[in-house]
């Protein structure tokens, strides 16, 4: 589970595939609304995402669900968002203590030998709010639509979606599709860096090719969901994505390093302008005389960035009494990007991209947890979860020169998970 792990991890957009959710929700039970009831409902939390050594976050969650006549619903959504701590920058670690420029050009950093470079100074607060309407269009059909709105320091991203649905074989069976845009503007601290130009030292000029930038995303969903029987339900969907404009993290550098795999310079990156992604998702839910409830996804996901991953998440949910008890299990593993990198030889030429961030790296993720949930006063739930997460970063096979064979270039992050949900 790749959580929040980076300056700029991917922004948050509307999920278009979460529209295709209903008939699921309402036949486990999970979410069902009687047609007469006509108020609010709510779903609060409140979670702490903590790496060791690095980023930190806490994140708050209200969203409401007003229910009115005719099937029609109005979703809102609140999230706020604090995060801190220390960020790769991309560069190598080295044998000897190693000084960076902060994004500001105004102050610099200190990384002891042997370590990887981590930027202690990530502070960000992010508020979004999402809004969705839906309500039947015909007989047996649904349609949708929303908005969205996220702002950070540094970051402003709107967006719109639209969808539709439609019911066969006695609501047994829900084709649906989507569409979702949105428009993003990146305003980094210190501005936009030029394409490969080197980190100077505080106080001299900036190599910068403006003060902001931006990039606009498409999602289109085609989906299926279909009755089983009456303990199961499948999902299978298909999403198209194409990115285009600034995709480029300003913070991120590469280091160039000579044959002895020493650390020359660092410089700043540089992604191709446009991505296009993939993915196939096929989840299946059972509800067993028990009235325990499995939850079984896969994903496949590929780009033509050349990366290609697979998630398979599970959760088995057992009741104990009014009360219940979830164990959860995800795996996840990624290819390289092309152009991804952990160093640049000085005796190599520059190639056209080049990322060190190894987010684009090849690597494995596992999480474990459990949740616990117990019913309270008035047809609430009060629910905790709790969390482990490992992700393994691992070598494409490029040779290490020098002094990079006795320093960790695939360091493991580990992190812990820890939330506490409130229903009304």
């Given at each position: 589970m790749q959580l929040i792990n980076n300056k700029k991890p991917s922004k948050n957009k509307v999920n278009i595939t979460q529209l295709l959710t209903v008939a699921t929700c309402t036949l486990l039970g999970t979410s069902a609304q009687a047609e007469e009831e006509k108020s609010w409902e709510f779903d609060t939390a409140l979670m702490y995402y903590g790496e060791t050594d690095r980023v930190q976050a806490t994140e708050l969650i209200l969203a409401g669900t007003k229910t009115f006549e005719d099937e029609k619903t109005l979703n809102l959504k609140l999230t706020v968002d604090a995060l801190t701590g220390a960020s790769a920058n991309g560069a190598v670690a080295q044998p000897n203590v190693q000084t960076f420029t902060r994004p500001s050009g105004k102050e610099s950093f200190n990384t002891p030998a042997n370590e990887t470079p981590l930027d202690d100074t990530f502070r960000d607060t992010r508020l979004q709010f999402n809004a969705q309407w839906t309500q039947p269009f015909a007989e047996d059909y649904r349609i949708s639509g929303g908005l969205h709105l996220s702002k950070e320091y540094d970051y402003l991203s709107v967006g719109l979606n639209a969808n539709i649905a439609r019911d066969f074989n006695q609501k047994n069976?829900?084709?649906?599709?989507?569409?979702?845009?949105?428009?993003?503007?990146?305003?980094?601290?210190?501005?936009?860096p030029t394409a490969?130009?080197?980190?100077?030292?505080?106080?001299?000029?900036?190599?910068?090719?403006?003060?902001?930038?931006d990039k606009t995303t498409v999602d289109l969903l085609l989906g299926v969901t279909q009755v089983i029987d009456r303990q199961t339900i499948m999902q299978f969907n298909y999403s198209y994505s194409q990115v285009d404009g600034y995709l480029t993290d300003p913070f991120k550098v590469v280091s160039l390093v000579n044959s002895n795999g020493m650390s020359e310079k660092q410089l700043y990156e540089n992604r191709p302008d446009k991505r296009v992604k993939n993915s196939i998702f096929w989840q299946t839910k059972h509800h067993f005389l028990s009235n325990s409830?499995?939850?079984?996804?896969?994903r496949y996901f590929w780009d033509d960035w050349e990366i290609t991953s697979h998630t398979v998440d599970a959760r088995y949910r057992i009741p104990l009494g009014d009360s219940y008890i979830e164990p959860h299990i995800r795996y996840y593993t990624q290819d390289a990007a092309e152009f991804y990198q952990p160093f640049q030889l000085s005796s190599n030429p520059l190639p056209s991209y080049m990322s060190a961030d190894y987010r684009l790296g090849k690597m494995d993720g596992i999480t474990v947890g459990v949740k616990y949930g117990m019913p309270m006063k008035n047809n609430t739930e009060l629910s905790f979860r709790l969390e482990f997460f490992q992700q393994s970063s691992k070598s494409t096979g490029v040779e290490e020169p020098g002094v990079l064979?006795?320093?960790?270039?695939?360091?493991?992050?580990?992190?812990?998970?820890?939330?506490?949900?409130?229903?009304f």
């Amino acid at each position: 589970m790749q959580l929040i792990n980076n300056k700029k991890p991917s922004k948050n957009k509307v999920n278009i595939t979460q529209l295709l959710t209903v008939a699921t929700c309402t036949l486990l039970g999970t979410s069902a609304q009687a047609e007469e009831e006509k108020s609010w409902e709510f779903d609060t939390a409140l979670m702490y995402y903590g790496e060791t050594d690095r980023v930190q976050a806490t994140e708050l969650i209200l969203a409401g669900t007003k229910t009115f006549e005719d099937e029609k619903t109005l979703n809102l959504k609140l999230t706020v968002d604090a995060l801190t701590g220390a960020s790769a920058n991309g560069a190598v670690a080295q044998p000897n203590v190693q000084t960076f420029t902060r994004p500001s050009g105004k102050e610099s950093f200190n990384t002891p030998a042997n370590e990887t470079p981590l930027d202690d100074t990530f502070r960000d607060t992010r508020l979004q709010f999402n809004a969705q309407w839906t309500q039947p269009f015909a007989e047996d059909y649904r349609i949708s639509g929303g908005l969205h709105l996220s702002k950070e320091y540094d970051y402003l991203s709107v967006g719109l979606n639209a969808n539709i649905a439609r019911d066969f074989n006695q609501k047994n069976t829900t084709l649906s599709a989507g569409v979702a845009y949105s428009n993003d503007t990146i305003t980094p601290e210190g501005d936009i860096p030029t394409a490969f130009a080197e980190m100077v030292p505080p106080g001299n000029e900036l190599n910068r090719s403006g003060t902001e930038d931006d990039k606009t995303t498409v999602d289109l969903l085609l989906g299926v969901t279909q009755v089983i029987d009456r303990q199961t339900i499948m999902q299978f969907n298909y999403s198209y994505s194409q990115v285009d404009g600034y995709l480029t993290d300003p913070f991120k550098v590469v280091s160039l390093v000579n044959s002895n795999g020493m650390s020359e310079k660092q410089l700043y990156e540089n992604r191709p302008d446009k991505r296009v992604k993939n993915s196939i998702f096929w989840q299946t839910k059972h509800h067993f005389l028990s009235n325990s409830i499995i939850d079984f996804s896969y994903r496949y996901f590929w780009d033509d960035w050349e990366i290609t991953s697979h998630t398979v998440d599970a959760r088995y949910r057992i009741p104990l009494g009014d009360s219940y008890i979830e164990p959860h299990i995800r795996y996840y593993t990624q290819d390289a990007a092309e152009f991804y990198q952990p160093f640049q030889l000085s005796s190599n030429p520059l190639p056209s991209y080049m990322s060190a961030d190894y987010r684009l790296g090849k690597m494995d993720g596992i999480t474990v947890g459990v949740k616990y949930g117990m019913p309270m006063k008035n047809n609430t739930e009060l629910s905790f979860r709790l969390e482990f997460f490992q992700q393994s970063s691992k070598s494409t096979g490029v040779e290490e020169p020098g002094v990079l064979n006795e320093v960790d270039l695939y360091p493991s992050i580990n992190a812990v998970v820890a939330q506490v949900s409130y229903s009304f």
